[in-house]
């Protein structure tokens, strides 16, 4: 099974303990070994950068980006045609946030229909089957 690595995944891996803490960094372990066929896309590492650069904590944000760059080999560009589809999702599912339609094209555009992930806005994109980390096996 090929499963799409949301954001989320290596900021609680980590971040501050949560519930999701020690599960995202199983998974991360389990990339790491092959153990499980994991793919991202550029935007993800945009958004790592993003987010520790908005909370003013970079060299956190550049650790993270590096630690994760390390663990996925597969990591897929965001192409012409997963911009195009973004803006036909964003019809389709207004209060969706864009950048997740943007990951959301992407893996349409390749062939993936599952993500892990602890947003629940991909509950409600069609063809896309969001996995809790907690509920990951």
């Given amino acids: 099974m090929r499963i799409f690595i949301d954001t989320n995944i290596p900021m609680y891996a980590a971040g501050k303990p949560s ?3 020690d599960r995202c960094k199983q998974i991360l372990a389990k990339i790491a070994v092959g153990e499980l066929d994991a793919v991202t896309d550029t935007e993800v590492f945009q958004e790592i950068l993003y987010r520790y650069f ?3 904590q970079m060299e956190l944000g550049r650790q ?3 630690d994760f760059k390390l663990v996925v080999d597969s990591i ?3 192409l012409p045609k997963d911009i195009f589809l973004v803006e036909a999702l964003a019809r389709q ?3 969706t946030k864009p950048r997740d339609l943007l990951h959301a094209a992407v893996m349409r555009n390749n062939g993936i229909d599952k993500i892990l992930s602890v947003d629940r806005d991909f509950d409600e994109i069609d063809r896309i089957e969001r996995i809790d980390p907690l509920e990951f096996v």
């Fill in 19 to 21: 519930i999701y803490k």
């Fill in 54 to 56: 908005h909370i003013r």
């Fill in 64 to 66: 993270i980006f590096t």
């Fill in 76 to 78: 897929l560009s965001v």
């Fill in 93 to 95: 599912y207004p209060e």
